[in-house]
């Protein structure tokens, strides 16, 4: 059964800094792994999506990669801003379109 | 492009009442719809798939008399929520994709769900 973890839980850093958000799931097998962001009481934004055959992917100030055979994921941030906080969820593909989330990582970017 | 809605966007019932939550694709036709809930400061758990005009498949654990799933049309799945007691209270969120092979899912804004 494919299991997702993300570490940090929280994370709390100063305007300005780059930061590091973990991902690890335990089944390699996946067809792709996805970055979200969830505003409090809200839905979920893509953010970024890694088919199972890239590296990384880039957007903005974001940036993902990915080590399917070590079974990790990583979001880089660059230049956090206070709009920043949020949580933000990491979630794979095994199989069919179903997407199994990790716990995520509540973000808080001080100002 | 690629819009969800969910509606109500939050809604309080008295318990042992019944509840719908409706989950439409604004811009698309949405083969298959999943409905997802979520409970505070805990990860989204998967509850059932909808392909449309056919049976929602329910995960491990979920009730299917208690959560009713309808996907008449490619644009519409609905969750009824069957004798409401407090424990059914959370964030219900539904996404849409254009099918089995489809690169991603797209998500509604969710619901919030009350029982008092």
């Known amino acids: 059964k494919q299991e997702v973890t993300q570490i940090p839980a929280a994370l709390s850093v100063p305007e300005g800094e780059n930061l590091v958000l973990n991902c690890s799931f335990t089944?390699?097998?996946?067809?792709?792994l996805q970055w979200f962001r969830q505003d409090p009481g809200k839905g979920l934004t893509s953010l970024l999506l890694?088919?199972?055959?890239?590296r990384e992917q880039t957007s903005g100030r974001l940036n993902a990669s990915l080590d399917k055979s070590s079974g990790r994921s990583t979001l880089y941030i660059a230049a956090s801003q206070p709009g920043d906080s949020a949580t933000y969820l990491c979630?794979?593909?095994?199989?069919?379109?179903?997407?199994?989330f990790g716990a995520g990582t509540i973000l808080r970017v001080k100002s | 492009g690629a819009v969800v809605s969910q509606h109500p966007s939050w809604v309080i019932c008295k318990s042992g009442t019944s509840v719908k939550i409706e989950c439409r694709s604004l811009?698309?036709?949405?083969?298959?719809m999943f409905w997802y809930r979520q409970f505070p400061k805990q990860s989204l758990m998967l509850m059932a798939t909808?392909?449309?005009?056919?049976?929602?498949?329910?995960e491990q654990g979920v009730e299917k008399d208690k959560f009713l799933i309808n996907h008449a049309s490619l644009t519409l799945s609905t969750l009824t929520v069957t004798s409401a007691h407090p424990e059914d209270s959370s964030f219900y969120i539904c996404?849409?994709?254009?099918?089995?092979?489809?690169?991603?899912?797209?998500f509604g804004p969710g619901t919030r769900l009350t029982v008092t």
């Open positions: 996404s849409a994709s254009g099918g089995p092979l489809a690169r991603e899912q797209y």
């Open positions: 089944d390699s097998a996946i067809y792709n």
């Open positions: 890694i088919q199972s055959s890239q």
């Open positions: 979630a794979v593909r095994p199989d069919g379109n179903k997407l199994v």
């Open positions: 811009d698309f036709q949405a083969t298959t």
């Open positions: 909808s392909n449309e005009g056919s049976k929602a498949t329910y």
